[in-house]
């Protein structure tokens, strides 16, 4: 392509540069407005710089990339609110044998779950999980959050919705999600032993040197807010209260009804409190007649007001029992209504997350199917909103408009950058040097992706160069045209393992942990490159060898 005017040139790179400025470093000093910001200013740059008409500004939107982003947001919200992630955060420690089974544990769920909810939503519910777990079982935290940030990365490799950048390769290259997935698990799972690999050796020592008990590296760490729902077990739950319970030994206590301490909540509680009420009803009957005669015996003389008072205060006993027994069935009643509504309610919760669960997995198949995968996400996001039956807001309110935003400037600001022909003719000068056919020209492409990912980012990187790469793919073979793309999907994004600024999963992780009110942990810079560049380098290669 030939380079536009030299003043479009110009105030394209400017506008361009801008944007790039602000999406890499967000608080800079000079423009500190953040990456929403900076991505609208660089779309209006290029409007109001004439690299763009408004018309070709709005077209270059693309609503097929948006509507998926927005439905798996959604998706991944209700599957937050129906517990999914604490189970996989329970699931990290369930009778773990150590910290290097852990830390396999941390690298697996955390690839299989950025591969169905994204990476991003993946770093931002299990970082606290992985803190908690390192603290508890007094572990160095920083191999976890590295194994968590990395392999976040990796597994969303692995399917169309697993990052942004995923996303726009599956839109723009008409790859069903079958084909994607097959296409580039191998890799996946392979580069997920790699890493696993890298961790253990760079921090062999350090997990080796803990000290800890055997019964606590093997202790779960369970939520408090999930006690009960994990303790409830429908098949030996009474239909009545616990004795032990303070509020039910109070009541008891105030009808002068004491409990054996050796009842614990199961199914013989009525025929206990039935046996305790009778002898209660006789010790009642025996003290009063044994007072009767006692009197009688020693007051002859006073016979007669003796057994006046004794008539009355036998009248009085049928009058006291049956009040004691009258609360004693307004305390059955209440708790036992108060037991079937709380075991009610449990039982709709039930039935509502796994209706989460099998819409979700519907959707995965639709996306396995073919259909189209925009209209799949959304369908499955109103479904559940549907199910909810409530007010779909504060679902709606975690989506995150902001990131919808970013992507409608960058869109933008990409193609006008692409209008001055410079990402072109770069392209030109490599093209005879990248070609996919030959090992060595798929090394230079990773490489130059590789580069330009870590900085300008994936998304936009995938955006500048998808179309030409796969275009130079398409002169070879249609076979070739996908494994271009299934190489770009790959190479953008491992390629974010690179450095603590390469993706935002990265960032995630590091801020999350930082920001910890709990187990607060800085993540450093210099950490994670020391382990990120020979992660990223052996995990590329290896997936490069495996793609088909």
């Known amino acids: ?47 109001i710089f004439r690299v763009l008409t408004p018309d070709e500004a709005y077209a270059a939107i693309d609503l097929p990339i948006l509507g998926l982003l927005f439905g798996t947001m959604v998706v991944s919200g209700y599957l937050e609110k129906a517990d999914m992630f604490k189970y996989l955060g329970k699931l990290l420690s369930w009778k773990s044998k150590g910290a290097k089974d852990l830390l396999c544990r941390i690298c697996l769920v955390s690839a299989i779950s950025s591969a169905v909810f994204t990476n991003d939503t993946s770093c931002v519910v299990l970082t606290e999980f992985v803190l908690k777990i390192a603290r508890q079982h007094n572990l160095p935290p920083h191999p976890f959050l590295l194994a968590l940030a990395s392999s976040a990365n990796i597994g969303s490799a692995a399917t169309p919705i697993g990052n942004p950048q995923n996303l726009v390769i599956a839109v723009q290259s008409k790859i069903s999600c079958g084909d994607f997935l097959f296409g580039i698990l191998p890799a996946m799972l392979a580069g997920i032993v790699v890493n696993v690999a890298v961790l253990m050796c760079m921090y062999w020592k350090l997990l080796s040197s803990t000290q800890k008990d055997e019964e606590d590296a093997t202790a779960e760490v369970v939520g408090d807010e999930d006690v009960n729902f994990h303790r409830f077990s429908p098949a030996t739950m009474s239909h009545f209260p616990s004795a032990n319970s303070q509020e039910w030994n109070s009541r008891l206590e105030s009808l002068n009804i004491q409990i054996p301490p050796d009842m614990n909540g199961d199914t013989n509680h009525a025929e206990t409190l039935r046996n305790q009420i009778t002898s209660t009803e006789t010790e009642i009957h025996s003290d009063h007649t044994s007072a009767y005669d006692s009197a009688r015996d020693s007051n002859a003389p006073k016979e007669a007001t003796t057994d006046v008072s004794s008539q009355k205060r036998e009248e009085h006993v049928p009058s006291e029992r049956n009040a004691s027994m009258g609360k004693l069935r307004e305390v059955f009643v209440e708790e036992y209504s108060g037991e079937m509504q709380e075991l009610s309610t449990k039982w709709k919760r039930i039935l509502w997350k796994s209706c989460v669960y099998l819409v979700t997995l519907g959707m995965l198949v639709a996306l396995l199917m073919g259909l189209n995968m925009s209209w799949t996400a959304i369908t499955a996001a109103l479904a559940l909103v549907i199910l909810d039956f409530k ?40 093209e005879p040097h990248a070609q996919i056919d030959t090992h060595a020209g798929t090394a230079v492409l990773a490489v130059v992706l590789l580069i330009l990912s870590n900085l300008a980012s994936n998304v936009p990187t995938v955006l500048l160069l998808g179309g030409r790469v796969a275009a130079s793919a398409a002169a070879i073979s249609a076979a070739e045209e996908k494994k271009a793309w299934l190489i770009l999907a790959w190479v953008s994004t491992v390629a974010g393992n690179l450095s603590l600024l390469g993706s935002a999963a990265n960032l995630i992780v590091c801020e999350q942990a930082r920001r910890s009110p709990q187990f607060g942990y800085s993540l450093t810079f210099w950490k994670h490159l020391k382990f990120g560049v020979p992660s990223t380098v052996i995990v590329t290669a290896v997936g490069l060898i495996l793609i088909r």
């Open 1 to 47: 392509m030939v380079l536009a005017s030299s003043v479009k040139v110009v105030l394209g790179s400017i506008a361009f540069s801008i944007f790039w400025i602000l999406a890499v470093f967000p608080a800079t000093p000079f423009l500190p407005v953040g990456r929403t910001a900076g991505s609208l200013l660089g779309a209006m740059l290029m409007v």
């Open 391 to 430: 007010d779909a807001q504060p679902c709606l309110e975690k989506v995150s408009y902001s990131l919808l935003i970013f992507f409608c400037g960058m869109f933008i600001t990409v193609n006008g950058f692409n209008k001055t022909g410079i990402p072109s003719a770069l392209w030109d000068l490599m």
